[in-house]
């Protein structure tokens, strides 16, 4: 008998189905970032990072063209069980011979019709979308759509209709939804002496380019932030500010993990919108004493996010994207890394004896919950990650092929 043959008898004995866990799985869409593979820079002009977000390390061959990080992304993605999808930023527009020319407000399909493209090779689920409020000479003093300034905002918004527009069609081009997500990188230094104006610009300005888009083919969502490096006081753009604003508007919250003060978790708040919204989105990220956004890695706070998106049957309501970026290590590994640990969280809680679990919490058997979440951490749960990637075609080591990559691509490159 198999190791999973085995390990399968031992969680049927604790009432879990390992076959349907496993199915259950393949089928969950991951969102993937492409900014792992080049350090947010994208292809539209910018070579540093700003906006309050950060990159540090300068591990080799990280991929300047868009050629490369195509090559990196489909390395990268072969390696990568289940349901992928890509995550776009409107910064890695492929702006060919109109480089220069156009800018943000005037951005068009056009320009991402070789992700398309590309996508439809390598056999993606379907392509999400970012408008890009950073990283660009049109931030003014470290705004956008809360400038004061309004030849600055009106250029925002349009960036947002813009990136709208562009999603309609990225979702009709896979025949499935486009998820978009807003996130800006506003807000102050030191204390403001208006909090109010900012953010009823910021609502007036979400207003605007929220007008008229596909709903269709469109799910967009906001994204809180508590600070930004060198936007320490004041973010306009806070949870209590997006949540009110989402709710109002028929849209969706996104929840980052590294968003929140140190001691809140993401893993906490997940039910409390499931409430009251058919949907949410998560930026799966790991903050490191700050919003770091390190590699994910299979560690408790990510299991238990995993655990609140499977027991509240939220599988369809959660929409799930990666956001971490480190340049001090490989980044295809980085990416790899990432994607199945999300994997082996949301496999973990699908493995986990949680009707058993609920029924002892509501009779107060909580001296059985206690034993029977302890014990539930001692099964064999390797032998199906083992088995899950097996059938996805794919083994445990990757690293040896990142080795090869390594060797062969990412050190030629200048
Ligand atoms: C920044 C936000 C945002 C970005 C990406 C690149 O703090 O988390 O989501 O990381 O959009
Ligand atoms: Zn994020």
Redo the contacts with the bound molecule.
């Keep these: 008998m198999s190791r999973y043959d085995e390990s399968k008898k031992i969680y049927a004995e604790l009432g879990v189905d390992t076959e349907s866990a496993i199915n259950t799985l393949k089928n969950i869409p991951i969102s993937v970032h492409c ?1 792992q593979g080049d350090d ?1 820079l994208g292809f539209d002009g910018t070579d540093t990072l700003s906006g ?2 950060q990159t540090t390390g300068n591990y080799p061959g990280v991929a300047k063209t868009p050629e490369q990080l195509m090559a990196d992304i489909e390395y990268a993605f072969k390696r990568m069980p289940g349901k992928v999808r890509l995550n776009l ?1 409107a910064s890695y527009a492929i702006l060919g011979e109109d480089k220069g020319k156009v800018d943000r407000d005037q951005y068009t399909i056009k320009y991402f019709l070789p992700w398309i493209e590309f996508g439809k090779r390598i056999g993606i689920d379907g392509i999400d979308f ?1 408008p890009t409020f950073f990283a660009h000479p049109k931030v003014k003093d470290g705004l956008t759509l809360t400038s004061p300034d309004e030849a600055t905002r009106k250029f925002w918004i349009e960036h947002g209709k813009r990136s709208l527009e562009i999603a309609a069609e990225l979702g009709k081009a896979f025949g499935k939804p486009c998820f978009v ?1 807003i ?1 800006i990188p506003d807000g102050y230094k030191d204390i403001p002496a208006d909090r109010l104006g900012p953010r009823i610009r910021l609502r007036d300005s979400l207003d605007e380019i929220l007008k008229g888009y596909d709903k269709k083919w469109v799910i967009p969502a906001v ?1 809180s ?1 508590v600070f ?1 490096i060198g936007a320490e006081s004041f973010t306009p753009g806070s949870n209590e500010f997006y949540q009110n604003y989402a709710a109002t508007r028929g849209i969706n919250c996104l929840m ?1 993990m ?2 929140y003060h140190p001691t809140e978790v993401v893993s906490e708040k997940i039910s409390s919108l499931l409430a009251f919204y058919d949907k949410l989105a998560l ?1 799966v990220s790991r903050p490191v004493r700050w ?1 770091s ?1 390190h590699v994910i890695i299979f560690e408790d706070e990510l299991k238990e996010v995993a655990k609140e998106i499977v027991r509240n049957d939220a599988i369809h309501k959660v929409i799930i994207g990666l ?1 971490f970026f480190d340049a001090s290590i490989n980044r295809i590994s980085a990416w790899v890394t990432g994607q199945r640990s999300m994997e082996k969280a949301l496999l973990y809680a699908l493995t986990l004896p949680n009707a058993k679990l609920k029924e002892l919490q509501d009779k107060a058997d909580f001296t059985q919950l206690m034993y029977l979440q302890e014990h539930a951490k001692m099964m064999p749960f390797s032998d199906i990650w083992n088995e899950y990637l097996l059938r996805c075609g794919l083994k445990e080591d990757y690293y040896s092929d990142v080795v090869s990559y390594e060797n062969e691509v990412l050190s030629k490159r200048k």
């Design positions: 900014w947010v309050g977000i930023h970012n997500n996130w994204e932030k930004g980052d590294g968003h930026h919003d956004d956001d």
